[in-house]
């Protein structure tokens, strides 16, 4: 694994206001009347947001070499891969407290701005503690391994939003209102403000970022060291969440396999990272190792789906084909009847 690269302070900058620039322009200028975001939209904006990421993985090579350019690519796959859980958790929030469609963009917006936050943060103190701490590193992968392990059990995200200790802390510090107040977080109500349930659920689609990070901030630095690769390639797989909701919301349930594919990657690099005194594994081989494993898990989960879905329309048919049957009988019965 490459040592980390130094990096001046206005790289950091220089990257965070392009991020704020583009953030200004996709609420103020595209998203800035709630509305209900169409298919053709989400698919456009997940274009926009892989261009940009694949042109700045492009200069990242012209400006840092090509290894480098292989860290960021398989950086971003990996916490695109991973955020895929976050669309589950998003829909079954979304779904339980009701959350009308034209308001979903801004909870989105305004969560994963919340989110860039909390992971540079959390980024900044994991690249501290294994600058300071080698040996941390080795924590780091036996959690992944377990984490992997854990994940590839499950035969499915369970959510459940009304065990959330966010939401009862929310309810016994600030009042809340009943209904939905158009996008608005906070509303007067007489002489005192009250949060809308579109703040509470802005509340828990943060919470949940937090503990996804927990899993995907160790996870990309079993890829790299460089804060700075760290940072950007988690940051452009944020950011292009948003839009790639819209576009999967509707079909995610079908992806049953998603959580062995990902417990499968968590493993790779935990042991990635165990053995990275021992063996060192070129970019190359993760960066193959975490493509292959996604698109199979949701290839096959998309199979097993359209299988099982042929399995039903048989079965169906062959229902309906027995009762018309039995009607066809019950009346040649009648006419033999009748003839008698």
Not at 166 to 194: C, N, S, Y
Not at 303 to 311: G, T
Request: proline share 4%.
């Amino acid at each position: 694994m490459s040592p980390p690269m130094p990096h001046a302070w206005w790289h950091y900058a220089l990257f965070i206001l392009f991020v704020l620039l583009m953030l200004a322009i996709d609420l103020g200028l595209f998203h800035r009347r709630a509305h209900s975001i169409t298919r053709k939209e989400a698919a456009i904006w997940s274009a926009v947001w892989i261009t940009l990421s694949l042109l700045f993985n492009g200069g990242v090579w012209a400006w840092m070499g090509r290894k480098k350019a292989g860290e960021f690519l398989a950086g971003y796959l990996l916490e695109k891969s991973l955020s895929l859980d976050n669309l589950f958790v998003f829909l079954m929030i979304f779904m339980y407290f009701g959350v009308p469609e034209k308001y979903q963009h801004r909870v989105l917006y305004w969560g994963i701005l919340g989110a860039l936050i909390m992971r540079a943060a959390m980024i900044a103190a994991g690249a501290a503690l294994i600058a300071r701490f080698d040996w941390v590193i080795y924590i780091f992968g036996a959690f992944l391994v377990y984490t992997g392990v854990k994940f590839a059990k499950q035969s499915g995200v369970s959510i459940h939003p009304e065990k959330n200790p966010v939401l009862g802390l929310l309810r016994r510090m600030i009042p809340i209102t009943k209904d939905f107040h158009e996008q608005h977080f906070f509303v007067r109500e007489g002489a005192r403000w009250a949060a809308t349930p579109l703040f509470v659920v802005l509340a828990l689609v943060e919470t949940s970022d937090v503990l996804f990070a927990v899993d995907s901030i160790p996870a990309i630095f079993g890829i790299t060291r460089d804060p700075f690769i760290v940072f950007t390639s988690n940051i452009f797989a944020i950011l292009g969440l948003r839009a790639l909701y819209f576009l999967l919301a509707n079909i995610m349930p079908m992806f049953r396999y998603l959580g062995f594919g990902l417990g499968t990657i968590l493993a790779y690099v935990g042991v990635k990272m165990l053995l990275h005194d021992l063996l060192e594994i070129p970019v190359w081989i993760s960066l193959v190792v975490i493509t292959v494993v996604l698109a199979g898990s949701l290839g096959y989960s998309v199979w097993e789906s359209w299988r099982y879905s042929e399995e039903i329309e048989e079965h169906e048919k062959e229902e309906m084909q027995a009762k018309q049957d039995a009607v066809d009988e019950d009346a040649e019965a009648k006419r033999d009847t009748d003839d008698r």
